[in-house]
């Protein structure tokens, strides 16, 4: 039997941001030909984060047309995992960075990690943030007045 029960959140539709964990051999030119992959169909990394270990190495990127590489990754055998970001715009790095991190405190949201953008969306400094709850943080960050950035945002 199906009930019809009403909405108990609401969920934020705030602009969000796919990035692209890459799974790489720990070797001298792999993030290389990921690129040169990328750039062979007309796409630009946007953000991009490396973390290694002895063996292996993850490549965090955003790009310019996630849903071309998600296909192009699937036809190409690239092993790759997909997450949400959201990405604010700095317009004063110094003060905002400290706002931005109490605002999500305040709302108990916990950063996982975080990166720069290689790009300077309408000439200010932008941020990535991977967090325990996108929904939650868009919404907080954009009632403390900051500027989320959508993937359209990104890809002009």
Do not use: W
Request: net charge negative; hydrophobic share 50%.
């Amino acid at each position: 039997m199906a009930f019809d029960l009403p909405q108990t959140t609401s969920k934020f539709d705030g602009p969000l941001v796919r990035q692209f964990s890459v799974f790489l051999p720990n070797k001298v030119g792999a993030m290389l030909e990921v690129v040169k992959l990328l750039n062979a169909h007309h796409t630009d990394v946007l953000a991009l984060s490396i973390s290694e270990s002895t063996d292996s190495a993850i490549a965090r990127i955003v790009v310019s047309d996630p849903e071309s590489v998600e296909i192009l990754f699937r036809e190409k055998g690239v092993p790759f995992g997909v997450c949400e970001m959201v990405v604010v715009e700095l317009s004063e790095v110094a003060g905002q960075l400290a706002k931005l991190l109490a605002a999500l405190l305040m709302a108990e949201v916990n950063v996982h990690f975080t990166y720069p953008l290689l790009t300077r969306p309408r000439g200010f400094a932008a941020i990535a943030l991977h967090v325990d709850d996108t929904d939650c943080a868009s919404s907080v960050l954009v009632g403390e007045g900051f500027k989320t950035l959508s993937q359209a945002d990104l890809s002009r």
